[in-house]
């Protein structure tokens, strides 16, 4: 089994900044792709940023330009480094992997998801 935990969400101020980070544990091989995904009240979970496992980013235009995605493939990380925050980045953010775990089959996994308020 494995799990994502996510952590580092929080309440911001419009033009500040947070860090998300993303710890894989559990029974893994490797892990492939990285992203973060986030679902704002009323609308559809929607892709925020992707890395490929040799570093490879894919970034949504809505956050190119503030957001940086990165991971420590050691350490089965994956942070998103989040500037300029904007009240439109309300949402819970939610980390995402593909992962070789046991019986070598990859599969994808979900996190609980962490909030993130972007409020004056």
């Known amino acids: 089994q494995v799990q994502l935990v996510e952590s580092g969400g929080g309440l911001v101020q419009p033009g500040g900044s947070l860090r998300l980070s993303c710890a894989a544990s559990g029974t893994i091989l490797s892990i492939e792709t990285m992203g973060w995904y986030r679902q704002a009240p009323g609308k559809q979970r929607e892709l925020v940023a992707l890395i490929e496992r040799l570093g490879n980013t894919n970034l949504a235009d809505a956050v190119k330009g503030r957001f940086t995605i990165s991971r420590d493939n050691a350490k089965r990380t994956a942070d998103l480094q989040m500037n300029s925050l904007e009240p439109e980045d309300t949402a819970v953010y939610y980390c995402?992997?593909?992962?070789w775990g046991s019986g070598r089959l990859l599969k994808n996994y979900w996190g609980q998801g962490t909030q993130v308020t972007v409020s004056s």
């Open positions: 995402n992997a593909d992962v």
